[in-house]
């Protein structure tokens, strides 16, 4: 088995409502790695021998792969051979709308996970062992106006989701959106 990892949580296509950071969860799992060193049979029977192969460093990434940030390793489960190890942060975001969150792991032979699927796909086998990604929409209600939308919705007693239905009430005036278009340009400018 080539070295992999897996999010658990939040799902592909979920809404997620957070304050900067959402609450990422997952597994990873090393099947190639090596036990360093000789070891006696009274050191592998003790059990104290857990730590030396395992997943060693596992990231997670908000943006599709372009900023990594590790996984705490008090945040990881306990280390044993050739065992799934789970893991879970906080992961930073602060962008709002659909995102892609990646997640990949190193073992102690720094064996990881290719970012594209291209790059890792074994055309003799079934597997392949590229960075898991999920899609999620993020709203970020530590912005004033999405924390203020929110606040719309709980007074009216409606729920946000799902985000493609029409709201039974105005999210925005018209005052409000003739003032915004006042201060900011359109996104298609024709010189």
């Given at each position: 088995m080539p070295v992999s990892s897996a999010i658990m949580s939040p799902w592909t296509k979920?809404?997620?409502?957070?304050?900067?950071?959402?609450?990422?969860?997952?597994?990873?799992?090393?099947?190639?790695?090596?036990?360093?060193?000789?070891?006696?049979?009274?050191?592998?029977?003790?059990?104290?021998?857990?730590?030396?192969?395992?997943?060693?460093?596992?990231?997670?990434?908000p943006d599709g792969g372009h900023t990594w940030y590790p996984v705490p390793v008090q945040n990881m489960s306990k280390k044993y051979k050739y065992a799934w190890r789970t893991w879970h942060m906080q992961l930073p975001v602060i962008a709002e709308g659909w995102i892609e969150i990646l997640a990949r792991c190193w073992d102690n032979s720094l064996n990881t996970q290719p970012v594209e699927i291209r790059h890792a796909w074994n055309w003799g086998l079934h597997v392949t062992h590229s960075c898991h990604r999920i899609k999620v929409y993020s709203v970020n209600k530590s912005y004033a106006l999405t924390a203020k939308r929110l606040g719309q919705f709980e007074e009216h007693g409606e729920s946000l989701g799902p985000i493609t239905r029409p709201t039974e009430f105005p999210t925005i005036s018209m005052n409000e959106y003739e003032k915004y278009w006042e201060t900011v340009d359109p996104r298609d400018i024709d010189e």
């Open positions: 979920q809404v997620v409502i957070h304050n900067g950071t959402i609450e990422v969860k997952g597994w990873a799992y090393s099947g190639g790695g090596r036990w360093p060193g000789k070891q006696s049979q009274s050191t592998v029977f003790n059990n104290q021998s857990a730590n030396l192969h395992t997943i060693e460093r596992v990231e997670c990434s």
